[in-house]
């Protein structure tokens, strides 16, 4: 069982250049969601989709752009890298509960991409 | 959410329980604990939650106080493989809703 699948696990880029990061999840989750985690600090929430076709913002969006492909797959791109999303990203999914106002469900997470902008 | 508050390291012997605290004062009668471990850099771990009852799984189990303002994580019988962060989250209930706040968490070393 894949789980969550993040591409690439390692990447440097220079300042200004772009890059989208992909994520697939084999769950059939409805929701996906991307992070990220600087050195020391817990995770923030950079965007999600609650289901295919629908994203929103989470706490830290500036600089990037999300695209809910399909159900399986959700990308984030950053347009024009800056040093300060240099980052460890992580992308996770999880299904909504039964019921319309049940979603206790957990989320399950990849192993990250770590970036780095010189 | 509601703010969560846990000591940032412990240590525990191998083979013992460890217990992890959490405090949340603040949280709501529709708010979740969760639990959540990360090892080294992998990606967080998904271990327990719970809404008001105690919950056991075959990971840990999770202890609500009645009153819901604090909580505890044990490890059973913790070995080597259990050191990592370790996070407690509340999170609201709802449909499309289901954003997690990461805090610092703490950082839990099984001592041989």
């Known amino acids: 069982n894949a789980g969550v699948t993040q591409t690439p696990k390692f990447q440097v880029l220079k300042t200004g250049q772009s890059m989208t990061l992909q994520c697939a999840q084999d769950?059939?989750?409805?929701?996906m969601y991307w992070y990220r985690q600087d050195p020391g600090m817990g995770l923030r929430l950079i965007y999600y989709s609650a289901s295919e076709g629908t994203t929103d913002k989470g706490e830290v969006p500036n600089g990037y752009n999300v695209s809910r492909l399909n159900k399986r797959e959700f990308s984030l791109r950053l347009e024009s890298a800056a040093p300060s999303q240099t980052s460890v990203y992580f992308c996770?999914?999880?299904?909504?509960?039964?019921?319309?106002?049940?979603?206790?469900?957990?989320?399950?997470f990849g192993d990250g991409t770590r970036l780095s902008i010189l | 959410d509601a703010k969560t508050t846990q000591p940032p390291s412990m240590d525990c012997a191998e083979g013992r329980a460890a217990n992890l605290p959490c405090n949340h004062s603040?949280?709501?009668?529709?708010?979740?604990v969760y639990w959540y471990r990360q090892i080294h850099s992998q990606g967080p771990q998904y271990i327990i939650h719970?809404?008001?009852n105690n919950e056991t799984n075959e990971m840990a189990s999770l202890i609500i106080t009645e009153d819901r303002k604090s909580s505890t994580l044990i490890l059973p019988h913790a070995t080597l493989r259990d050191t990592a962060v370790y996070y407690c989250i509340v999170r609201v209930r709802g449909f499309g809703n289901e954003k997690l706040t990461f805090g610092t968490g703490t950082r839990l070393t099984i001592i041989p």
């Open positions: 603040t949280i709501s009668g529709n708010e979740y």
């Open positions: 996770a999914s999880s299904e909504i509960g039964q019921g319309r106002r049940v979603s206790n469900q957990p989320q399950h």
């Open positions: 769950m059939n989750h409805n929701s």
């Open positions: 719970g809404l008001k």
